[in-house]
């Protein structure tokens, strides 16, 4: 039983276009909300995390927007290049630091 | 960010033999360590978080005899598979922690049982 839920799983979008990918979880305990790029065959990269009293966060091109009253998160790639191409995952963690993944999203950019 | 390096990338292994799996973190200290199974096009399952010095904890459903877990450093967890069968195949990656929350990954192990 997946913890966070993820959508879509699957996504094509231009070049210059923002994919939005979200999630969704259950637990309140959760209190860090990563996420990760993983290309084919490598391990996943950290990309950028909230915690819940942030509603939003940028780091270059991503953006995390948070809803926590909602407990829905997700991730806009700005201005998405054909290098954004990936599998994308939100994950979520509390005090016992395991991560809860999401069941993955992968993101094509078309050049 | 941090890096954890993950050895060997890929490896073939005759069925009933059992493969080492290498997780050392490069420039920071780990007192905590995870180990995920990847399936193709799938998420990532927690198999076991590792504590230096300490014994491994397992979740639900994993075979602490066949994978073994050992952290006998701040710097390196080693994963066993001990007598692989062709069900073991799959895509090993761990990470580790660094500071309040963040983990970071290596770039995983293509386990490949024949």
């Known amino acids: 039983q997946q913890q966070v839920k993820q959508s879509p799983q699957s996504l094509i979008v231009q070049k210059g276009g923002i994919p939005i990918i979200n999630c969704a979880y259950e637990n309140t305990a959760f209190d860090y909300f990563p996420w990760y790029q993983q290309f084919p065959g490598k391990g996943p990269a950290l990309l950028i995390a909230?915690?819940?009293?942030?509603s939003e966060k940028k780091e270059g091109r991503f953006t995390i927007s948070f809803n926590k009253s909602a407990k829905q998160f997700s991730l806009h790639i700005m201005d998405s290049q054909p290098g954004d191409s990936a599998t994308y995952f939100c994950?979520?963690?509390?005090?016992?630091?395991?991560?809860?993944f999401g069941a993955g999203t992968t993101v094509t950019v078309r050049a | 960010g941090a890096v954890v390096s993950q050895h060997p990338s890929w490896v073939i292994c005759k069925s009933g033999t059992s493969v080492k799996i290498e997780c050392r973190s490069l420039d920071f200290q780990a007192t905590t360590m995870f180990w995920y199974r990847q399936f193709p096009k799938q998420s990532l399952m927690l198999m076991a978080t590792s504590n230096e010095g300490s014994k491994a904890t397992y979740e639900q459903g994993v075979e602490k005899d066949k994978f073994l877990i050992n952290h006998a450093s701040l710097t390196l967890s080693t994963l066993t598979v001990t007598s692989a069968h062709p069900e073991d195949s799959s895509f090993y990656i761990c990470?580790?922690?660094?500071?309040?929350?963040?983990?970071?990954f290596g770039q995983g192990t293509r386990l490949t049982v024949v």
């Open positions: 994950a979520a963690t509390s005090n016992d630091y395991k991560l809860s």
């Open positions: 990470s580790a922690r660094r500071g309040p929350v963040a983990a970071f």
């Open positions: 909230i915690r819940p009293d942030v």
